[in-house]
């Protein structure tokens, strides 16, 4: 049997464009109502009012970074930014789907109630299908 490979770039998977999307917020994700748009645009939560505490924004913006530095290559990431984005998924709640409502959804779902939260676990679902299919070699900053 022979294979056939070829250079042809794929598109990103809509796990992939969440976390380039979600990493590349800068300046754009300073404030409360930043999350809030972020979350609602790419429709993360559902609609209507977003109680988003100073926790959660911390919440967020840590993960970010800790995502954000295990995907920028051209440095070695900071124990401490990776620890502390660890800290914040271990406890975000997910729990796996049997059957994905749209073949893009990650199979891993919210578990929790909080809109916030559930959120930043579709985020976390996002970089766990990233991981898995090692699709994250391939992301740039």
């Known amino acids: 049997m022979t294979m056939i490979t070829t250079n042809t770039p794929t598109r990103p998977s809509a796990a992939a ?9 800068g300046g754009r994700l300073t404030d409360r109502a930043d999350l809030a748009r972020f979350l ?3 429709r993360l939560v559902t609609e209507g009012a977003i109680p988003i505490t100073l926790a959660d924004l911390d919440e967020a913006l840590t993960l970010r970074d800790g995502i954000r530095a295990v995907l920028d290559r051209s440095r ?7 620890a502390r984005a660890q800290k914040v998924l ?13 073949r893009s ?9 909080d809109e916030v939260r559930r959120g930043l ?3 976390a679902g996002a970089w766990a ?13």
């Open 105 to 113: 959804e990650s199979p891993l779902a919210p578990a929790v109630v």
């Open 76 to 82: 070695t990431a900071d124990p401490e930014t990776l």
């Open 121 to 123: 676990a579709r985020i």
């Open 17 to 25: 464009e969440l976390i380039a999307d979600f990493v590349s917020t």
């Open 90 to 102: 271990d406890g975000l709640r997910v729990t796996v789907r049997l059957e994905p409502a749209e």
């Open 40 to 42: 609602r645009e790419h």
């Open 129 to 141: 299908a990233v991981l898995a299919t090692d699709e994250w070699r391939r992301m740039r900053l």
